[in-house]
């Protein structure tokens, strides 16, 4: 089953930044193209439904040099960096990981990136599709911090998929095998300077090889990693949102992000509508950027959330090109940002921004789509391994 791109073409032309890998991950027979942080992102080489069982069976290799690293240094570096954060950074030791969020004055998410801790002020947030770069910079400007703010010649590639843990032994050696999930490591291999890191976009066993000089290696790690990869059947795909809706993970620019549409009131959901409120600690010593306003609304609540939804009707193979409205005699009330067929689960599985009365599990909504309205039933998310157990296995 192929998606049917009839859409008008993305030029490629020097206005979007090609990643370190984009000539190699070209010739595999990219599909189709996203971009990100003005990046081509590529995004399917197979069809979408045979690209989720290579990752869920196997081991896959993705492009995401889109995933650009603010680098964040010098004597206040963990100062900054934890200004920028909700999550308290003091529980973050030198050589882990951890998914955080950046919220703004009005406890707004700007970016949900996961940091790697490379020193006691050395930082990486490795972002999704959004000026953190920028912000950071800005703040930094105007906190009077002695610390250097860029970003490095740095790019990711995912290797995601239960073989995974054997192609990265064959990489890097039995050492890859006693990191844990959410830490990381340096490297090197054939020459090249890494950093590893136990984390990924699936919800399955997966790495993040972290490249340095990444514009000039890029060409030699992809295939460095190709070659290793033929004895345990790698494959080369994009992202795979089946399987990361299967997750619960949430998009920044879709599922959290609400300044893309006409729907919203141009303002971000915060960490306590789209369930992320574990990420922030309001007892911190630390005056992170938006602490005033996250008092408050954990003191309050709020008045919407994002919940996870099945979805009835036929399936849902490939994007859908407009939020799906979630309506109330007739009125929209809501919209459901990402909607998948699960091979697994046999069933339409997504994430829908409701208002709090049906919050709720067991609730039901209309959803309007071009072919009309359908039923949608709140259910707990993720939908697949909750306590994230096959990634930490």
Same mark, same amino acid.
């Given at each position: 089953?192929?998606?049917?791109?009839?859409?008008?073409?993305?030029?490629?032309?020097?206005?979007?930044?090609?990643?370190?890998?984009?000539?190699?991950?070209?010739? #595999?027979?990219?599909?189709?193209?996203?971009?990100?942080?003005?990046?081509? #992102?590529?995004?399917?080489?197979?069809?979408?439904?045979?690209?989720?069982?290579?990752?869920?069976?196997?081991?896959?290799?993705?492009?995401?040099?889109?995933?650009?690293?603010?680098?964040?240094?010098?004597?206040?570096?963990?100062?900054?960096?934890?200004?920028?954060?909700?999550?308290?950074?003091?529980?973050?030791?030198?050589?882990?990981?951890?998914?955080?969020?950046?919220?703004?004055?009005?406890?707004?998410?700007?970016?949900?990136? $996961?940091?790697?801790?490379?020193?006691?002020?050395?930082?990486?947030?490795?972002?999704?599709?959004?000026?953190?770069?920028?912000?950071?910079?800005?703040?930094?400007?105007?906190?009077?911090?002695?610390?250097?703010?860029?970003?490095?010649?740095?790019?990711?590639?995912?290797?995601?998929?239960?073989?995974?843990?054997?192609?990265?032994?064959?990489?890097?050696?039995?050492?890859?095998? %006693?990191?844990?999930?959410?830490?990381?490591?340096?490297?090197?291999?054939?020459?090249?300077?890494?950093?590893?890191?136990?984390?990924?976009?699936?919800?399955?066993?997966?790495?993040?090889?972290?490249?340095?000089?990444?514009?000039?290696?890029?060409?030699?790690?992809? %295939?460095?990693?190709?070659?290793?990869?033929?004895?345990?059947?790698?494959?080369?795909?994009?992202?795979?949102?089946?399987?990361? $809706?299967?997750?619960?993970?949430?998009?920044?620019?879709?599922?959290?992000?609400?300044?893309?549409?006409?729907?919203?009131?141009?303002?971000?959901?915060?960490?306590?509508?789209?369930?992320?409120?574990?990420? $922030?600690?309001?007892?911190?010593?630390?005056?992170?950027?938006?602490?005033?306003?996250?008092?408050?609304?954990?003191?309050?609540?709020?008045?919407?959330?994002?919940?996870?939804?099945?979805?009835?009707?036929?399936?849902?193979?490939?994007?859908?090109?407009?939020?799906?409205?979630?309506?109330?005699?007739?009125?929209?009330?809501?919209?459901?940002?990402?909607?998948?067929?699960?091979?697994?689960?046999?069933?339409?599985?997504?994430?829908?921004?409701?208002?709090?009365?049906?919050?709720?599990?067991?609730?039901?909504?209309?959803?309007?789509?071009?072919?009309?309205?359908?039923?949608?039933?709140?259910?707990?998310?993720?939908?697949?391994?909750?306590?994230?157990?096959?990634?930490?296995?």
């Amino acid at each position: 089953m192929r998606i049917p791109y009839d859409n008008p073409r993305i030029h490629m032309y020097t206005r979007i930044r090609k990643s370190p890998y984009f000539y190699a991950s070209r010739r #595999h027979g990219v599909q189709s193209y996203t971009v990100c942080n003005r990046m081509y #992102h590529p995004r399917h080489y197979d069809d979408p439904i045979a690209e989720y069982w290579r990752i869920v069976n196997d081991v896959t290799m993705w492009d995401v040099g889109v995933e650009r690293q603010v680098e964040i240094t010098g004597p206040d570096a963990f100062t900054l960096t934890n200004m920028l954060t909700p999550r308290d950074l003091t529980k973050c030791a030198v050589g882990q990981c951890k998914f955080v969020l950046n919220t703004d004055v009005d406890g707004g998410i700007i970016n949900n990136p $996961v940091l790697l801790r490379l020193g006691e002020n050395h930082f990486w947030l490795s972002v999704a599709d959004g000026d953190v770069l920028l912000w950071a910079k800005g703040v930094a400007s105007q906190a009077g911090l002695n610390v250097q703010v860029g970003e490095p010649d740095v790019a990711p590639v995912q290797i995601q998929g239960p073989k995974s843990k054997a192609l990265m032994t064959e990489l890097f050696g039995d050492r890859i095998l %006693d990191m844990k999930y959410y830490w990381m490591d340096e490297f090197e291999l054939d020459g090249m300077s890494v950093v590893v890191g136990r984390t990924g976009y699936s919800g399955e066993v997966g790495y993040e090889i972290y490249l340095r000089n990444a514009s000039r290696d890029g060409i030699k790690l992809w %295939d460095t990693v190709l070659q290793a990869g033929e004895a345990h059947d790698l494959a080369v795909i994009g992202p795979c949102q089946i399987r990361r $809706v299967e997750a619960g993970i949430l998009s920044y620019g879709s599922d959290i992000a609400l300044d893309n549409n006409g729907y919203s009131d141009y303002a971000f959901l915060n960490p306590y509508e789209v369930g992320l409120e574990y990420t $922030v600690d309001l007892d911190q010593e630390a005056d992170f950027i938006g602490k005033e306003a996250l008092k408050r609304i954990s003191a309050e609540g709020v008045s919407r959330k994002v919940v996870g939804v099945e979805i009835e009707g036929d399936p849902i193979v490939g994007y859908f090109e407009d939020y799906l409205q979630v309506v109330e005699d007739g009125e929209q009330i809501g919209q459901v940002s990402s909607a998948f067929w699960s091979p697994r689960q046999e069933r339409n599985i997504g994430f829908a921004l409701v208002p709090i009365r049906y919050a709720e599990l067991g609730s039901k909504v209309a959803v309007r789509s071009a072919k009309g309205e359908t039923t949608a039933v709140v259910v707990p998310k993720p939908f697949v391994d909750p306590k994230k157990e096959t990634p930490k296995a």
